[in-house]
């Protein structure tokens, strides 16, 4: 299994989780490998992939640093090496997207800090949205039905407000938190939940996907912040979450379906760095397994 990672995805002076935590993850494979893990580095996302989702004034912003106000509308800031580390991270999702279209099978990327970030600014530690960036690489690429499963503990509205009208992506979002919440629709379906029912709704929504063999691609925003301990509800542990994985990758594999999956949210709230990594290997591991039976 592809998983695209660039030292370039962390290439800058913004220090929270969201710009540190794939470097982290990528040497731990190294120092730590996982079975049928390879480690690629992606192509750069060019500006006008981005600017094909985003507004340009907003690119813009994100790489002159003028206006600042607007440059570091993802909540992180904004330094003079921001939009080559999101274009790198954007590259890694549309890379592993054209991967597992080619193979039919799973790919992912250590991206995260992509599903809140809308038409015209970025917003909760998202900067450009690289889910929708993916998605319009895979139709161009001849997909005709993208999923987007967002499992990150927060609502993926910036998502939600950027595939409103575009033909053949469709949401489903299992939120913890009502962060970026939006109303749902027939294209971008929202459930929020807690911890003491997670598996089962996710269970459910998967379930009642229709006509899920018509699906192309799932593009999947894999967030760790459910996890009580890293930003989510005290009812959701590591078992909790493994679980969910084998569900995820279960259900895509009883389809047939390629699969592209990113990081998402993940925090240290109550967890070492070196904690969150072993979170985030979850997912890993379990895509590994799956694309291990499909290859």
Partial sequence: MRVFHDAAYNDTGLTIETT????????????????????????????????????????????????????ASNTIGWDDRLAGAVCASTGGVRDATLQALATGGVAGSLSSGLHHASWASGSGYCTFNGLVVAAHAALAAGARRVLVLDLDAHCGGGTAGLIDGLDGVEQVDVSVSPFDRYESRPDARLVLCDGSNYLEVVERELAAITAPDEI????????????????????????????????????????????????????????????????????????ASVHAVSA
């Fill in 20 to 71: 540190r935590k794939a470097t982290e993850i990528a040497r731990s494979l190294i120092d730590r490998p996982i079975d049928r893990v390879e480690i690629v580095s992606p192509a750069v996302c060019r500006r006008d992939e981005i600017e094909a989702v985003h507004a340009p004034s907003y690119v813009d912003a994100v790489f002159t640093g003028r206006p600042r106000s607007l440059a």
């Fill in 216 to 287: 192309d691609l799932v593009l999947y925003n894999a967030g760790m912040d459910p996890h009580g301990l890293a930003g989510g509800d005290p009812d959701i542990d590591d078992d909790v979450l493994l679980a969910r994985e084998h569900l995820v990758f279960g259900w895509a594999a009883s389809h047939r379906l390629p699969t592209a999956w990113v990081l998402a949210g993940g925090y240290t709230h109550g967890l070492t760095m070196a904690e969150l990594v072993d979170l985030h290997r979850i997912t890993i591991r379990a895509a």
